[in-house]
């Protein structure tokens, strides 16, 4: 079922069933999912739903940069960007920025990849010299006795996207911000019962299920 228009985003060019990707190698697609929606809370349940998905993209070895509730044409959607390292012994991170619009039975995803090529580090270098060592890593606020994973720090936060237009987080959350104006949901899809919360499920980790 496709569940979402306006996914097919100017720039980016069709590589297989409902993916795109552009000259900057991101990968833009879409999932639909008819299981009910593998989160650990309702939409409603912000810091439950944010604490949990902090703890569970640490175990995945990654860090959850945001996570936030969003609409996402007529729907709230769960919006969030996180990083992982590169697989293998490549060095530097992928980021990924997903919108999640959960009903009680199915969901769908919408979500952008972007990784780092060549020089890396650079910068997370130029803001560390800039606010400090004191100033860089911070406790992670949504989980701040969250363990392992990739560090909370200040050079993902969104005010420094302006100085790295190019960078591969900036780049997720400008396709993010262009996938919130131009997504409509489906009218069957938004009619379909919404999602309140897992219930008797037990939360394996976001995106699995959506």
Known sequence: MRALLGVELPGFRPMDHDTWGNDDGDVLSVHFFGLPPDLPAGLDDG????????????????????ASVKRLGELPALRQILKLPMPGQQHGQAFIGSFTVPRAGCSTVVKVQAAEHGM??????????????????RPHPYAPDVQ????????????????????????????????????????EFA???????????GFTGPGSRG
């Not at 810091?47 to 945001?66: D, F, K, M, N, V």
């Open 47 to 66: 810091p439950t739903l944010r604490e949990s998905l902090t703890h569970y993209t640490a175990q995945a070895g990654g860090g959850l940069i945001e």
């Open 120 to 137: 890396t580090g650079m910068r997370e270098a130029v803001v560390l010299a800039k606010v400090g060592h004191e100033h860089y890593f």
């Open 148 to 187: 392992g994973g990739l560090p909370f720090h200040a050079a993902d936060h969104e005010r420094w996207d302006a100085e790295f237009p190019d960078h591969p987080l900036t780049r997720v959350r400008r396709t993010l911000g262009v996938l919130a104006e131009a997504v409509t949901v489906v009218p």
């Open 191 to 201: 009619a379909l019962p919404e999602f309140t919360g897992p219930g008797r499920r």
